[in-house]
């Protein structure tokens, strides 16, 4: 089954804890969580205080996504948030084969992820170490863009790369994401759908999610279809 993760970027932070009864309630798998610095993208947002709030009131998988410029100075301090998923750009330039050993030496997931203008191919060579291979298919920074449909043969690279190398990392999508374009996604390959403005969309966590959910599985069908002929 895809995953479905909502990007709490667009949930209502008066009500934290509600929010994250909505979207347990609808049945998804992960909480996406975007960490911004106001230095590596033009916003801000949260940080591990915010994770550890969260963290206190779901078992849920938090899946965070670091849009900061200097990720490796705070591995330890989300891991101590109870993160799950770490996921750092490859644009910022760390050592990534050893940010990456950190990540899981801290106990965490280790994602990379890349921007719309980076070759997805920066992420190859770091499979063999990634859980998570997340693809931008927004400028990112915020919530309620337009989804890149040029992320869509980065999709489809990435899984032919992995299916290459015999890995099993999974794929995430994450920007512009709905059930309007769900399922071409994962047609493509994506295993984890992020969708932020989507899910939250009117306050109706529940439908929204069921579409999502219908969508997905509508796309992996689809995918099934391919493989066989
Ligand atoms: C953008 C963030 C996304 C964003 C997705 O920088 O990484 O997670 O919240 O929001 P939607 O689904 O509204 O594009
Ligand atoms: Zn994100």
Known sequence: M???APSFLSADFRTLEEE???VED???DYIHLDVMDGHFVPNISFGPLVVEAIRKVTELTL????MISDPGAFV???ADSGADIFTVHVEVEAEMDALLDRIREADMKAGATVKPDTPVSELFPLLPKLDLALVMSVEPGFGGQ???PESLPKVRDLRAEIERQG???EIEIDGGIGAGNAADVVAAGVDVVVAGSAAFRDGKVREN???LRQATEAGLALREQVVET
């Open 167 to 169: 890995v099993d990392t």
């Open 20 to 22: 994250v009864r909505r």
């Open 76 to 78: 330890q301090a989300f």
């Open 63 to 66: 899946d965070v996504h670091l």
């Open 209 to 211: 999610v069921a579409a």
């Open 2 to 4: 895809v995953k479905i």
């Open 146 to 148: 337009s989804f890149m």
């Open 26 to 28: 609808a049945g998804v």
